[in-house]
């Protein structure tokens, strides 16, 4: 049976990218894309929504303003930033951050974790 539909952004390469297909594996409908735009787009349209994913550079500071835009659409639908860096410092629009230094098994269980209500550690800090 499956889950919730997850939205995933992410400014990686779809072809090398290989966390929506973890996320399938632990029963999710991933909804993935490239243009942030197309997210926003997107995140109106959808029946349902379990959470959304975005997988950014921490260079990269725009996703926290889409994060904030993602956030006005819908409030209760929870927001994950995923890095391979440490992000110390979450916005309060964000929800957790989950690292992708470790195997992308991992990543895929934690975010399960969070969203199912297990615990798990996870970087929440707010700036």
Known sequence: M???????????????D???AE???KGYEVVSTDSSTQG???LYIMHSVAAVLLHYRV????WFKLAQSLRAIRPGV???LLSRDPIL????????????????EEVASAVHSLLTG???????AQC
């Open 2 to 16: 499956k889950h919730e539909t997850i939205l995933y952004l992410s400014d990686h390469e779809a072809s090398c």
């Open 18 to 20: 290989s966390v929506p």
């Open 23 to 25: 996320l399938e594996a």
């Open 40 to 42: 926003v787009a997107m």
């Open 59 to 62: 260079e990269d500071r725009t």
């Open 78 to 80: 929870p927001i994950i």
């Open 89 to 104: 410092c979450l916005p309060p629009w964000v929800d957790a951050f989950v690292g992708t230094q470790q195997p992308l």
């Open 118 to 124: 297990e615990r798990f550690e996870v970087h929440s």
